[in-house]
């Protein structure tokens, strides 16, 4: 079976750009939750969906954004972007949240100049 | 709130040694605990997971890890090493929160294997 696909892998953007990520969870999971990894530490909460709906968000500005769509496959959007946003940012699927386990795909990889 | 402490940014260890990475976490509730391994480039895999029962619990690749509540640690180990061993490993604790639960992870730890 397919893990956790996550595209683009890289991604290049300048400051006050946009960009959607995209994640697409293992067949049969219904939540995703999205991470944010700077180097040289670990993932940061951002977001978790369930059935289309935001279950909870982590300490994180206006700016980031996600959604989920009826095949519970994700996006997740940041808009006018900062130096800072550069990151690993992680998709993570699981059968339906709450304590169950977090699947992570490769992730994609943001550089903002 | 839950928070996870791994000591030591950097584990050095010679090939066939024993793997011993710390991990302590805060929780005001009985935590879910998990192990991941994440190397070059990649995300991040599942090694090992505490819920309940048993507190030795098995992972892949040879790794396990024992839930100590007094001690509120969660310690990886693996009795020898191997050069494919060399990677960052993170702990993450698991809580629920108003109907959801997200993983809170400590900063990592990379692990460097010597021949």
């Known amino acids: 079976d397919a893990g956790v696909t996550q595209s683009p892998t890289h991604l290049i953007k300048t400051r006050g750009q946009q960009v959607t990520l995209r994640c697409s969870p293992i067949s049969g999971h219904k939540s995703v939750s999205w991470y944010q990894q700077v180097l040289g530490q670990g993932p940061q909460f951002i977001f978790q969906y369930y059935e289309k709906e935001e279950r909870g968000r982590g300490n994180f500005p206006d700016r980031f954004s996600a959604r989920q769509f009826p095949n519970y496959s994700s996006e997740l959007n940041v808009n006018a972007l900062l130096l800072g946003d550069s990151a690993l940012y992680l998709c993570?699927?699981?059968?339906?949240?709450?304590?169950?386990?977090?699947?992570f795909g490769p992730g994609t990889r943001l550089t903002v100049l | 709130a839950q928070s996870v402490t791994q000591l030591g940014s950097h584990v050095s260890v010679s090939e066939g040694a024993l793997v011993l990475l710390r991990c302590n976490y805060s929780s005001s509730v009985p935590p879910y605990l998990f192990w991941y391994v994440q190397y070059p480039n990649q995300g991040l895999q599942l090694l090992l997971k505490y819920t309940t029962g048993a507190t030795l619990v098995k992972g892949i690749n040879g790794f396990e890890a024992e839930f100590k509540k007094s001690e509120t640690s969660f310690h990886l180990t693996k009795p020898s090493a191997h050069m494919s061993d060399a990677a960052e490993y993170f702990c993450?604790?698991?809580?629920?929160?108003?109907?959801?639960?997200?993983?809170?992870f400590g900063k990592g730890t990379m692990l460097l294997v010597s021949p």
């Open positions: 993450a604790v698991s809580e629920a929160n108003s109907g959801y639960s997200t993983l809170t």
């Open positions: 993570a699927s699981s059968l339906e949240g709450g304590g169950d386990t977090q699947y």
